[in-house]
């Protein structure tokens, strides 16, 4: 609650620095403003919406400090915490309102000492805004109670009444407007040829003032109306107040000091006995401590000899340790060589078995090039019928008329293409076998290799003590295979039959 007081001080200056034509009222733009800053300040979260929603309902212009009081406590006071800087929330608010409160014309500080000095006169002032020091004087006209006429007097402004003189050396007092809780102070219309007026009623008359302009009218309707808020509510003036508030202050103090001197001397005559009761206390450590040294020496001769027995015990130990850890020692040696033999056996057990694994893969290959290679011979025979019975065929068409040999021609030609398409083939089919053939020399060269691999490993496990027994597939007997394969031509029979279908070839066109 104190720290809700104390930041209403600044804030109140702020809002009355905003109210140009002293009228109380701040328009909604200028407050946005100001809430803005507020919330920046103060490290809050700002919602530049609820300022609208807020007065949604009173659209009517600007905003008095009775309308702004709500919002500032809803959004602004009821969220701040006491993480801000200070200084910062009061350089923002001094900085509103120095430029209407402060005269730099004839300053003689600086602009810091004037911030400082703000910043005191708020931590001085009342409790609760809105500050006042209320020193409004200056020259009005007066309307007289009897004669009704006009005429001008210097008014001085006092916490209580409202005092008015024949001229400002305050020399003849012409008298004294009282001010209480129940009076009122109310702006009145320009009449009578006179602009700018008021009237202070109270409770047995009314005075009607015309001030020399308008912001002169403003400014002494809010003061007037200050003092009355403030005698309504009882309160004395601030600065009153405030030596009143100084005083039981330092009467306070005062207080508190005297009762720290006495705890003070109550304590010096506590520390006095307890330096007594101290020196009592050294004496019987004394003694004790004597005593407790005759008995250490006691312990400590009784501990030596316990050590002398301990040491011995310790060195019959520390060699039967020793002895136990080249046992260890050795046992871990034995184990760590038959680990090691363990693993030897098992990586030799995986590499045979890998090297089996090669010699069945080369052994299928081997199947599969046989199959290709049969496939092909198959072929191959089915060509050449073919082209033995193109060749008979051929014979006997020669043999035929004179009539049918223009057409016999033809067709020979044909047959010829046909031939020749069947020789190309021939020769594919020939490349091909040739192809097959250097697949299974491959294939053979690998089972080779794989059988001297899985032959090597053998000789090595039966070297090894014998622990793996290699398992061989059983023996399948001589069997005879050509390079082609089994029942394939060999080159020589090949050749032969090629120069016998050349020469059956060329025999019907030598009779032609």
């Given amino acids: 609650m104190a720290l809700r007081d104390e930041l209403l001080k600044s804030i109140w200056h702020a809002f009355t620095a905003l109210d140009v034509d002293k009228s109380g009222k701040v328009s909604k733009s200028q407050l946005k403003v100001l809430s803005h800053n507020l919330c920046t300040v103060m490290r809050i979260p700002h919602d530049p919406v609820a300022l609208e929603e807020h007065f949604k309902d009173d659209d009517e212009g600007p905003v008095s400090t009775q309308g702004y009081m709500p919002y500032l406590n809803k959004f602004i006071l009821d969220k701040v915490q006491d993480n801000f800087n200070r200084q910062d929330f009061n350089r923002m608010c001094w900085t509103l309102c ?287 019928a073919e082209l033995e019975q193109i060749h008979l065929h051929q014979q006997r068409a020669i043999s035929e008329t004179e009539a049918e040999k223009q057409e016999l021609e033809k067709e020979g030609t044909a047959k010829e293409n046909a031939l020749q398409a069947a020789m190309l083939q021939l020769e594919q089919l020939e490349s091909e076998r040739q192809g097959a053939l250097e697949q299974y020399q491959d294939v053979m060269q690998k089972l080779e290799d794989a059988a001297n691999n899985t032959r090597t490993w053998k000789h090595k496990v039966a070297h090894h003590e014998g622990l793996v027994r290699l398992i061989q597939p059983g023996s399948k007997g001589p069997q005879k295979i050509t390079n082609w394969g089994p029942a394939a031509f060999t080159d020589a029979e090949l050749s032969l039959r090629k120069k016998d279908w050349q020469e059956r070839k060329n025999r019907p066109a030598q009779t032609q």
């Fill in 98 to 384: 120095a430029r209407k409160n402060l005269n730099r014309t004839h300053l003689l500080i600086s602009d810091e000492d004037a911030f400082k000095i703000w910043c005191i006169f708020n931590f001085l002032s009342e409790d609760k805004y809105p500050l006042a020091i209320v020193t409004e004087e200056g020259y009005m006209m007066k309307k007289g109670h009897k004669r009704k006429n006009w005429t001008e007097r210097w008014f001085l402004l006092k916490p209580n009444s409202i005092s008015y003189y024949v001229s400002e050396d305050l020399a003849e007092k012409k008298g004294d407007i009282l001010l209480d809780g129940n009076c009122c102070v109310e702006s009145l219309p320009d009449k009578e040829g006179k602009k700018c007026l008021f009237y202070v009623k109270c409770s047995d008359k009314s005075y009607e003032i015309s001030a020399s302009d308008k912001k002169r009218k403003q400014e002494w309707i809010q003061a007037i109306q200050t003092c009355i808020s403030l005698l309504k509510l009882g309160r004395p003036a601030p600065h009153r107040e405030s030596r009143q508030k100084r005083r039981e202050l330092r009467q306070k103090q005062q207080a508190e000091q005297e009762e720290l001197e006495l705890r003070m001397k109550e304590l010096q005559t506590a520390n006095e006995d307890k330096q007594q009761e101290l020196e009592a206390m050294r004496k019987k450590l004394e003694e004790a401590a004597a005593n407790a040294a005759e008995e250490e020496r006691r312990l400590l001769q009784t501990q030596t000899e316990q050590q002398d027995r301990y040491r011995v015990d310790l060195e019959r130990e520390k060699m039967v340790r020793q002895e136990m850890e080249e046992q260890v020692a050795q046992k871990s040696t034995e184990l760590e060589q038959y680990l090691q033999r363990v693993r030897e056996l098992e990586d030799m057990y995986h590499r045979l078995e890998d090297a089996l694994e090669e010699e069945r893969s080369a052994r299928q290959d081997e199947e599969t090039v046989r199959r290709l290679q049969a496939r092909l011979l198959e072929e191959e025979a089915t060509k050449r």
